[in-house]
């Protein structure tokens, strides 16, 4: 391997993202120079995937580049904000061409579809790490997880769990069968709900992106607001497929504690309620209640008319799962 | 270690900077929110640490936290730019308290001196590695590496070179002596040009950080300058204690291809020329001409009357030197 790393990140990553006016200086220089709109915030989400934790050992590489971006796309998301541009630190081992070429094409598929320019970073040598930072602009108030009341509704888009077993399937942990492959992509090639994340800007009391199972998230969303959450078990959202495959016991389960579904949690109060059902319905806009906050803290699940406490189990790399 | 990522971060990481008036959110939602102040652009920069590869396996934790901020803040420099805030993107094999504990001192220690807001960031289990992303502003047009015209004259901060001995020392690769203790503090603990940086921009044409190697940087200024250049081989600042431990003609090639030394590499146009070296005097300043731009490519080396050609022989990951 005798490209250079510069050469290497010329050729791989000079054009990955979209064009913008905004952009004074892009890759290539000591650092990236930027316009920020006026009147608007900026936003700065980073976050890292490691090799055998946070993506199994031997991924497609183009679902590690797109994941590297949607997981912080997704933090944006919950903020109600709009992408603009990346930054992208890739610690690789070697310089294998084929893999950074589909690395790259997963990066730019979805940095394309949110107007977004990679505008800096550093390629260095190391065990295979990839971290991406993104920035982008919010006019008004960000989302914040910190908003929520008791008696606000509670909601969360798609239908988490899916992502937890496309990654068994991807693990072998689990056998295939039909359906496998939507669950399989879900993990691959997650959602970032940017546009559902903007528009809640209107409407919401808090949101928080639901990367570590939606029961540890929604406590998040919860302690911060100072409140506590009861959250309805049959009103979970479960995809067909899920349900097929892991049965319906196990698919509640995946659906409150699985990892990696970028989905959004959210409260809306009760001013709010009838408004946002009216303006982004539900099935449209594909998010769904799941229950309420209240006053006394921690978590509890209604199952059968019976409330059940709930242990905070959201994912955590230092603590339990292992991760 | 029971200790949780969340724990974590909010412990070592939540005043590990200054405290800014400009943001609106830090750590601890999904993504920070910050104000950009009106009339000034934005300035990014990004850049990875991997443990033995760009600091030796077992280096003290400060200098590993100071070192990944400085590296980054030094880019900034280099742009002309003023820092603000920081992420930090943390990959750790264990989560052990003491190490933790001392680099958050280290990245805190630069961070107050150069008012910096540690604004987000994630931690994550695996080989141990650090990115830092910068950001900060620029008032006018940022310095670029590309510039620099011929004729311009070059200068060089500080006395490069010493970074280098000091990483052979800190990697037992040289004995000690008198001197060697400076050289270690320039490996372990380098200083990012911010305040030269920031005045440079009223005189220098061209600006490059001195990162991978003067030669090799220098080379990299000239070629986005669409120049070459010639470097006068007696007017390299050396440091006495490299003299003293290297010796004069291993101190001079350090000096020229040795990394991590986090100066200014920059050129100044004939008209700007009198006005930099009476405004801001070289010793006051630290910095020292070392030759010229010139429009044939390339960098020749003067070396008692006599022009050579060097190849270029920057520091690069993946060809060359293995790091």
Redesign the interface.
């Known amino acids: ?6 050469g ?1 990140i010329e050729r791989y990553f000079r054009h990955c993202g979209v064009a913008r006016e905004d952009v ?2 892009g890759v ?9 709109p ?1 009147g608007q ?14 993506f199994p050992h031997g991924a497609p590489p183009d679902s590690i580049g797109y994941r590297a971006l949607a997981v912080n796309l ?3 998301a ?2 109600g ?1 709009r992408a603009a ?1 990346a ?3 890739l ?1 690789l081992p ?2 294998d061409e084929g893999w950074l070429s589909q690395f790259a094409a997963g990066f730019a598929k979805l940095a394309r579809l949110h107007n977004l320019a990679l ?9 295979l ?1 990839v ?1 991406v ?1 993104v ?2 602009h ?1 006019s008004g108030s ?1 989302m ?3 908003g929520g009341r008791p008696g606000d509704a509670l909601f969360v888009s798609g239908t988490p769990g899916d992502a937890a077993a496309g990654l068994a399937l991807e693990q072998g942990r689990w056998p295939e069968s039909g359906g496998t492959q939507y669950l399989r992509e879900r993990f691959l090639f997650p959602t970032p709900r940017m546009e559902l994340g903007e528009r809640l800007r209107e409407y919401a009391s808090a ?3 639901v990367s570590d199972g939606l029961l540890g998230d929604a406590g998040k969303l919860a302690a ?1 607001s100072g409140c506590g959450a009861e959250i309805v078990y049959a009103d979970l959202p479960l995809s067909e497929p899920l349900v097929r495959v892991a049965g319906a016991e196990r698919a509640h389960e995946l659906a409150l504690t699985g990892g990696d579904d970028y989905e959004l949690c959210f409260s809306v109060g009760p001013g709010q309620l009838a408004q946002l059902l009216a303006q982004m319905p539900p099935e449209r806009w594909g998010y769904r209640r799941i229950g309420s906050l209240r006053q006394a803290p921690g978590i509890d699940l209604v199952r059968d008319g019976a409330a059940v406490r709930l242990p905070p189990s959201g994912y ?4 339990g799962t ?2």
């Open positions: 391997m005798s490209l250079s790393e510069f290497l004074r200086v290539g220089d000591d650092a990236a120079v930027l316009e920020c006026p915030h900026l936003v700065a989400a980073m976050d890292t995937l490691v090799d055998g934790v946070h997704s933090d944006l919950a903020m904000a541009w930054l992208l630190a610690t070697e310089a505008v800096g970073g550093d390629t260095t040598r190391g065990p790490c971290t930072q920035l982008g919010v960000a914040l997880r910190s949101c928080i992106d911060a955590d790399h230092f603590a292992g991760r």
